[in-house]
Nanobody, 124 residues
Framework: QVQLVESGGRLVQAGVSLRLSCVLS????????MGWFRQAPGKAREFVGR???????YYSNSVKGRFTISRDNVENTAYLQMNSLTPEDTAVYYC??????????????????WGQGTQVTVSS
């Protein structure tokens, strides 16, 4: 059974940093492209970024320069480091895994497995 489990979400004040983790089990992590998405209340799910098999990362314009995605193939974990958080970053954050054949990075439909989400709330 394939599972993705996110952790690290919590209530924080604007301006601080937060790191989310996403652990994959049940399939070979090193073969997966790992994506991060978020969904704010009343809004559609939004692409945040993705890291490929050789650690190349692609970010949405809304987080570029503030967020960093990384991966640890030994720990089967992807990370989302979020800096300079603002209330507009408040959302449920999801990680997702894409196995071959790979799809388009920013499309939800490209991903084969999803985590349950972790809530990030940024207060002003």
């Amino acid at each position: 059974q394939v599972q993705l489990v996110e952790s690290g979400g919590r209530l924080v004040q604007a301006g601080v940093s937060l790191r989310l983790s996403c652990v994959l089990s049940g399939r070979t992590f090193s073969q997966a492209l790992m994506g991060w998405f978020r969904q704010a209340p009343g809004k559609a799910r939004e692409f945040v970024g993705r890291i490929n098999l050789i650690n190349e990362v692609y970010y949405s314009n809304s987080v570029k320069g503030r967020f960093t995605i990384s991966r640890d193939n030994v720990e089967n974990t992807a990370y989302l480091q979020m800096n300079s958080l603002t209330p507009e970053d408040t959302a449920v954050y999801y990680c997702a895994a894409d196995f071959p054949p790979f799809g388009t990075a920013y499309l939800s439909a490209a991903y084969d497995y999803w985590g349950q989400g972790t809530q990030v709330t940024v207060s002003s």
